[in-house]
């Protein structure tokens, strides 16, 4: 059976007050009952005393009726009154009981073999034999001749003149079978009443807890459907009240805000590449235009103008292959060919294969260990060669770009604990420290105008990042600008060790 949460709480709650219910119900009953048996023998005992004070120096006639057990099982007080040898000496019946009070009723009482009790058994009782000592008694006991119904006696001494106990109150009332059916029908009512009120106000309760617990998961699956159809905007309140509710809410907003910032870094990113691949396409159908126009036909002016294409079509092979390594990192579709590869050896190649170029520009280039760092045992890394020299490259180009001449570059290697580290240092201006957390953004260059001049669209790092982070390692950049004159940018990078 499908139920909803909210059905399913009612419900539950709804077993647990049954089960307390279940618990407490016989417990009140029992007390009630407890409570309405002592009330009566109070009463029972009040009255005894009464007619024993009433009784007090009056001359009863003395009589030798037996005492009867039957006439008990009728319901209501039976009042007899004994003399000290266990005599019944007047026999009143309930009203409405079996017996009348008339004295012609006595003579069959007196016969009535099965009720009869001798006067000796009756003062052997310990409610009649406590009063015979002139104190006031009661008992309840189970009778076999009215049914095995409890009969709840009282005793009270009549006194005479010297103190004496001349006579006994005994009085004798049967009692309800159990404790619920000895309850009048008014109190049962009520009982019942005030039960099916609880049960009511719990459902009501129930109820009223369930809508509030359940109200936010439901505008959650509410603000999931919205999201699902596109409606990123969509957030849900938070109601701190109900902890647990309250965080998953506060997740589901975090979740809806990522999938925003995800969604305007993917439009960005496709406004950027659109932007970038433009220029050079703007320039390819410029220089094919001046060509169809005529410039064909001078040769120097045609030499010219497909240079200029050429290397703008370069440039375009170069964005759309950065492009496309990019996209395969974010969806860490690389399929990095691993192997074991010699960090400082690598260090070492790429540093010489940059030898060139840097001395074009007075820059010196230094591959250097940290001391203790013994190499083929401690730089060994698991790394694909291509992409990591790719990772190197840039970092080196970009050092070499921008170290002035005379600078000099150092690419350092560390070993520590748990990662292989290396350093690339170079002593160019630097980079200002609020750029500083944005250089590893696609398409990010610090001084737009001075970069494309200089070849780069702002893709370098970001693919370097994109390469360390698919080896498992992570990359950063630091930079003193302002702080210390010519200390240029470091970029650290680390590769979990192949030993791991
Ligand atoms: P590009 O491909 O344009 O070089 P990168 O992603 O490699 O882009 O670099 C992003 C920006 O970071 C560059 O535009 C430059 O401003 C800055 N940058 C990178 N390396 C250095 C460096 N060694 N010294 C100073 N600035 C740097």
């Known amino acids: 059976m499908k139920l909803s949460l909210s059905t399913r709480l009612v419900l539950s709650y709804l077993v647990v007050i049954l089960a307390g219910m279940a618990v407490i119900t016989p417990l ?4 009630i009952g407890d409570l309405y ?41 039976h009042t007899r009154v004994l003399d000290a040898r266990g005599a019944v000496v007047i026999e009143l019946a309930a009203p409405g009981g079996s017996l009348d009070s008339t004295p012609a009723a006595l003579p069959s009482l007196v016969q009535d073999a099965t009720g009869g009790v001798t006067p000796a058994e009756v003062l052997a009782r310990p409610e009649v034999s406590q009063a015979l000592q002139g104190k006031t008694a009661s008992a309840t006991r189970r009778v076999s001749q009215a049914g095995g119904k409890p009969v709840l006696y009282v005793a009270a001494p009549v006194l005479a003149a010297d103190d004496s106990v001349s006579q006994i109150v005994y009085l004798a009332s049967p009692l309800a079978d159990t404790r619920w059916s000895a309850l009048p029908a008014p109190l049962q009512a009520g009982f019942i009443g005030v039960l099916a009120l609880a049960l009511l106000l719990a459902s009501g309760m129930g109820f009223l807890l369930a809508n509030r617990l359940t109200r936010p998961l439901r505008e959650l699956r509410q603000a999931a459907e919205e999201v699902s159809h596109g409606n990123l905007g969509r957030s849900v309140p938070v109601d701190p009240s109900i902890p647990d509710l309250a965080s998953l809410g506060s997740a589901f907003n975090r979740m809806t805000l990522s999938l925003r910032q995800a969604d305007q870094a993917k439009t960005a990113f496709i406004a950027d590449v659109s932007h970038e691949l433009r220029t050079p396409l703007t320039v390819l159908k410029g220089s094919i235009e001046t060509l169809q126009d005529g410039a064909a036909d001078d040769l120097a002016a045609r030499e010219q103008f497909l240079t200029s294409m050429g290397q703008e079509t370069e440039r375009l092979i170069r964005m759309v292959g950065d492009l496309l390594i990019l996209t395969r990192a974010d969806a860490g579709m690389l399929n990095l060919i691993r192997e074991p590869i010699g960090l400082f050896h690598l260090a070492q190649v790429r540093c010489e294969a940059f030898t060139l170029p840097a001395r074009k520009r007075q820059v010196r280039l230094l591959a250097d260990l940290a001391p203790g760092l013994i190499p083929q045992e401690n730089d060994l890394v698991l790394a694909d060669a291509d992409r990591l020299t790719r990772a190197l490259d840039n970092l080196l180009d970009n050092a070499l770009r921008y170290s002035p001449p005379g600078g000099t570059i150092t690419v350092t290697l560390e070993r520590e604990a748990q990662r292989v580290v290396c350093q690339v240092k170079d002593t160019g201006p630097g980079i200002p420290a609020a750029n500083l957390p ?50 240029g940018a470091t970029f650290t990078f680390w590769l979990p060790p192949s030993t791991l």
Do not use: M
């Open 438 to 487: 944005f250089i590893f953004d696609r398409f990010y260059r610090v001084d737009p105008s001075r970069d494309r001049r200089e070849g780069g669209c702002g893709l370098g790092l970001a693919i370097t990042r994109g390469l360390i982070q698919a080896h498992g390692g992570e990359i950063f950049a630091t930079s003193q600008v302002g702080q210390v004159e010519g200390q």
């Open 37 to 77: 048996l002592a009330s009566q023998r109070d009463n029972l005992i009040a009255q005894a005393r009464l007619i024993a004070l009433a009784l007090q120096g009056s001359a009863l006639p003395s009589s030798q009726q037996a005492y009867s057990q039957t006439a008990n099982a009728s319901p209501g007080i």
């Open 28 to 31: 009140a009953w029992v007390s």
